[in-house]
């Protein structure tokens, strides 16, 4: 280590001050980097291994070989012990049913294969394009469409983004573009970057929107470099986050919201009607009151997908119609979500009123 020379030029010892600097840097951005990506790899994986920790019985929980089982245990932290009923553990839990086939349920409830306009990517929406970015999420819904999509096929990988990316250049009817999956928030910040970069200099583009369930089950997955990039891209950004129940929403979902709220990304919530989970008024009314508690509002409140496999949450349209009812009767309007159906062939999520 030197010191400054006599002239003052900057000496050895500033340039290594800026390298120690730089490589403390580098050093926190990989300890920001594994935290999520340890905390992925430690995630939940067997009905035994949660239900221990809940301190459970374990009964024979059938494996379930289409759809395994996925938990990060910052999710698994929000569930109460003792109860089987908990509105979390149900929706992640594998269960006998999802063996058996059910009138009106099958493997592509929503129509997405029809709308394919290439690998990975879904043009099902006038002016709004869906890039399936990747088919890897950080937890597995058992309510979820996408256990029964072929992903491993159909998702667009850094060889085919270029594919999708003329698609949207050469339409210039699409403004929005939608990375959705899977969870595109699964792949890492470069990733995500690279494919922002490949669409800056698409004109029409006026917005960018990210669905993703990764703020609410490994919020720390809001890191600083996901910020920056975020902060860099040229367009307004919305961001859906995917939360079924209040109790999802704990403090530090709210710090990973706060945080995309200060750089001014616009923050979404969907949820799904599923029985037994958040099929009743107050329950509904309790999450809409914590969405926006914690800075979003909510957006969609989306009927089952009759996904095979998915029956035992599936809820009638009448209950979704009366619960809505009692919903309007003590939210303000804002914070009623809109209740809809997604219907193949539809031009847009069919409104059920
Ligand atoms: C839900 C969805 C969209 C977005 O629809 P919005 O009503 O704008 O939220 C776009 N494309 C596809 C394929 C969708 O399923
Ligand atoms: S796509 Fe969303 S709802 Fe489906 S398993 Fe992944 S996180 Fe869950």
Redesign the pocket.
């Known amino acids: 280590m030197g010191l400054p020379d006599a002239a003052g030029r900057p000496g050895c010892f500033d340039v290594d001050r800026q390298r120690i600097k730089l490589m403390k840097r580098n050093i926190l951005a990989r300890k920001e980097r594994d935290s999520w990506r340890k905390q992925l790899s430690q995630a939940i994986r067997t009905p035994a291994e949660l239900l221990e920790l809940l301190d459970l019985t374990v009964k024979d929980e059938p494996a379930n070989s289409r759809f395994p089982m996925l938990v990060p245990r910052a999710f698994a932290s929000r569930m109460e012990p003792g109860n089987r009923q908990d509105p979390l553990l149900l929706q992640v839990l594998p269960d006998r049913d999802e063996n058996r086939t059910a009138p009106g349920f099958s493997d592509d409830p929503v129509g997405d294969m029809a709308s394919k306009a290439g690998r990975g990517i879904l043009h099902k929406y006038q002016g709004r394009v869906l890039l399936i970015a990747t088919g890897a ?1 950080a ?3 058992r309510y ?1 469409f ?1 256990q029964a999509f072929p992903y491993s096929s159909e998702h667009a990988g850094r060889d085919q983004w270029q594919a999708a990316v003329e698609h949207i250049a050469n339409d210039n009817s699409i403004e929005e573009v939608i990375l959705s ?3 595109p928030l699964m792949l890492p910040t470069r990733r995500l970057a690279q494919l922002t970069e490949m669409l800056s200099g698409i004109r029409h583009i006026r917005c960018l929107r990210i669905h993703s ?1 990764l703020p609410i089950v490994l919020p720390d997955r809001i890191t600083d470099s996901l910020l920056e990039w975020l902060q860099s891209v040229p367009w307004p950004t919305v961001l859906v986050l ?1 939360a079924n129940h209040a109790n999802e929403l704990d403090e530090d979902v709210a710090v990973a919201v706060d945080r995309l709220r200060k750089i001014g990304v616009h923050v979404l919530n969907q949820a799904v009607l599923l029985a037994r989970v958040n099929d009743s008024v107050s329950r509904l009314a309790a999450l809409m009151r914590r969405t926006f508690e914690i800075g979003a509002l909510p957006y969609y409140l989306h009927l089952l997908d009759p996904v095979s496999g998915a029956q035992r949450f599936d809820t009638s349209e009448e209950h979704a119609r009366q619960l809505m009812e009692g919903l309007r009767r003590q939210l303000s309007g804002y914070l009623v979500p809109r209740l809809v159906r997604e219907v193949a062939g539809e031009p847009y999520k069919i409104p059920v009123l």
Do not use: A, E, L
Request: glycine share 18%.
């Open positions: 999420c937890v597995n819904c979820c996408r999956g899977g969870d369930r995917h």
